[in-house]
Protein backbone atom coordinates (compact mmCIF):
# COMPACT_ATOMS: atom_id res chain seq x y z
CA UNK A 1 0.00 0.00 0.00
CA UNK A 2 2.26 2.80 -0.97
CA UNK A 3 -0.67 5.15 -1.37
CA UNK A 4 -3.42 3.74 0.24
CA UNK A 5 -6.95 5.70 0.86
CA UNK A 6 -8.29 6.64 4.02
CA UNK A 7 -10.97 3.83 4.14
CA UNK A 8 -7.88 1.89 2.85
CA UNK A 9 -6.04 2.64 5.97
CA UNK A 10 -9.13 2.54 8.43
CA UNK A 11 -9.96 -1.08 7.22
CA UNK A 12 -6.28 -2.50 7.66
CA UNK A 13 -6.34 -1.48 11.20
CA UNK A 14 -9.80 -2.29 11.78
CA UNK A 15 -9.25 -5.68 10.50
CA UNK A 16 -5.88 -6.27 11.92
CA UNK A 17 -7.85 -5.40 15.09
CA UNK A 18 -10.39 -7.60 14.72
CA UNK A 19 -8.21 -10.77 13.53
CA UNK A 20 -5.96 -10.26 16.34
CA UNK A 21 -8.60 -10.55 18.96
CA UNK A 22 -10.37 -13.30 17.01
CA UNK A 23 -6.77 -15.28 17.70
CA UNK A 24 -7.02 -15.66 13.40
CA UNK A 25 -3.61 -15.54 11.63
CA UNK A 26 -2.16 -12.17 10.63
CA UNK A 27 0.27 -11.34 7.79
CA UNK A 28 3.53 -9.97 8.95
CA UNK A 29 2.21 -6.07 8.18
CA UNK A 30 -1.27 -6.95 10.35
CA UNK A 31 1.35 -8.47 12.90
CA UNK A 32 3.12 -5.31 13.36
CA UNK A 33 -0.13 -3.39 13.44
CA UNK A 34 -2.07 -5.62 15.50
CA UNK A 35 1.23 -4.77 18.16
CA UNK A 36 0.89 -0.73 17.82
CA UNK A 37 -3.11 -0.81 18.75
CA UNK A 38 -1.98 -2.95 21.27
CA UNK A 39 0.23 -0.16 22.89
CA UNK A 40 -2.91 2.39 22.24
CA UNK A 41 -5.21 0.73 24.24
CA UNK A 42 -7.25 4.63 24.27
CA UNK A 43 -8.09 3.16 20.61
CA UNK A 44 -9.26 0.02 21.54
CA UNK A 45 -13.12 0.89 21.47
CA UNK A 46 -12.97 2.94 18.07
CA UNK A 47 -11.72 -0.07 16.46
CA UNK A 48 -14.26 -1.96 17.53
CA UNK A 49 -17.04 0.49 16.45
CA UNK A 50 -19.43 0.68 14.52
CA UNK A 51 -18.64 4.05 13.65
CA UNK A 52 -15.15 3.33 12.77
CA UNK A 53 -15.13 4.05 9.14
CA UNK A 54 -16.92 6.84 9.12
CA UNK A 55 -16.28 8.90 12.06
CA UNK A 56 -14.19 12.52 11.80
CA UNK A 57 -11.66 13.54 13.72
CA UNK A 58 -11.57 17.79 13.45
CA UNK A 59 -8.66 19.12 14.44
CA UNK A 60 -10.34 21.67 16.31
CA UNK A 61 -11.47 19.14 18.68
CA UNK A 62 -8.05 18.92 19.85
CA UNK A 63 -6.57 14.94 19.15
CA UNK A 64 -4.89 13.45 16.47
CA UNK A 65 -7.09 11.23 14.01
CA UNK A 66 -6.16 7.76 15.17
CA UNK A 67 -5.39 6.43 11.99
CA UNK A 68 -3.23 9.04 11.35
CA UNK A 69 -1.08 8.02 14.49
CA UNK A 70 -1.12 4.47 14.21
CA UNK A 71 -0.13 4.71 10.25
CA UNK A 72 2.65 7.09 11.34
CA UNK A 73 4.02 4.60 14.11
CA UNK A 74 4.05 1.80 10.97
CA UNK A 75 6.32 4.07 8.87
CA UNK A 76 8.62 4.50 11.92
CA UNK A 77 8.77 0.57 12.53
CA UNK A 78 9.26 0.17 8.65
CA UNK A 79 12.07 2.85 8.40
CA UNK A 80 13.52 1.50 11.69
CA UNK A 81 13.44 -2.24 9.79
CA UNK A 82 15.48 -0.57 6.95
CA UNK A 83 17.29 1.92 8.82
CA UNK A 84 16.16 4.88 6.26
CA UNK A 85 16.72 7.49 6.50
CA UNK A 86 20.60 6.03 7.44
CA UNK A 87 20.93 6.88 10.56
CA UNK A 88 17.51 7.15 11.71
CA UNK A 89 17.93 3.35 13.42
CA UNK A 90 20.91 4.82 16.15
CA UNK A 91 19.11 7.82 16.78
CA UNK A 92 16.15 5.43 17.88
CA UNK A 93 18.06 3.69 19.76
CA UNK A 94 19.86 6.10 21.74
CA UNK A 95 16.15 7.40 22.28
CA UNK A 96 14.79 4.69 23.45
CA UNK A 97 17.59 3.90 25.64
CA UNK A 98 16.98 7.47 27.43
CA UNK A 99 13.02 6.97 27.86
CA UNK A 100 11.58 3.50 27.16
CA UNK A 101 10.62 2.43 23.53
CA UNK A 102 7.21 3.49 23.27
CA UNK A 103 7.98 7.24 24.52
CA UNK A 104 10.88 7.02 21.70
CA UNK A 105 8.56 6.07 19.35
CA UNK A 106 6.45 9.24 20.41
CA UNK A 107 9.50 11.49 20.03
CA UNK A 108 10.23 10.10 16.30
CA UNK A 109 6.45 10.28 15.35
CA UNK A 110 6.57 13.84 16.69
CA UNK A 111 9.22 14.78 14.22
CA UNK A 112 7.97 12.84 11.68
CA UNK A 113 4.41 15.21 11.72
CA UNK A 114 6.36 17.75 12.06
CA UNK A 115 8.30 17.38 8.77
CA UNK A 116 5.00 15.51 6.73
CA UNK A 117 3.49 18.77 8.04
CA UNK A 118 6.31 21.12 6.37
CA UNK A 119 6.57 19.11 2.90
CA UNK A 120 2.43 19.60 2.69
CA UNK A 121 2.93 23.44 3.51
CA UNK A 122 5.45 23.90 1.09
CA UNK A 123 4.82 21.92 -1.63
CA UNK A 124 8.04 20.44 -1.51
CA UNK A 125 9.28 16.48 -0.76
CA UNK A 126 9.88 15.94 2.83
CA UNK A 127 13.68 16.87 3.97
CA UNK A 128 14.89 13.34 5.22
CA UNK A 129 17.89 15.48 7.13
CA UNK A 130 16.05 17.63 8.70
CA UNK A 131 13.58 14.54 9.55
CA UNK A 132 16.82 12.70 11.38
CA UNK A 133 18.39 16.09 12.65
CA UNK A 134 15.04 16.26 14.77
CA UNK A 135 15.16 12.32 15.82
CA UNK A 136 19.10 13.19 16.69
CA UNK A 137 18.09 16.30 18.53
CA UNK A 138 15.76 14.57 20.88
CA UNK A 139 18.55 12.05 21.51
CA UNK A 140 20.74 14.42 22.69
CA UNK A 141 23.21 14.08 19.83
CA UNK A 142 24.64 16.47 17.13
CA UNK A 143 22.44 17.05 14.13
CA UNK A 144 24.45 15.93 10.51
CA UNK A 145 23.19 19.86 8.94
CA UNK A 146 25.08 21.80 11.05
Not at 14 to 21: L, N, V
Not at 33 to 47: D, S
Not at 89 to 107: I, K, P, S, V
Not at 115 to 143: N, Q
Request: hydrophobic share 40%; proline share 8%.
Amino acid sequence: MFNPTREQVREFFIEAWRKYQAQEVLSALETIAAGIVLEHPEYHPLLSGSDAMTREFPPEDGQINPFLHLSLHLAIEEQLSIDQPSGIRAAFETLRRLRGRHNAMHDVLDCLGETMFKALRDKAPPDGIAYLDSVRRRAGMPPLAD
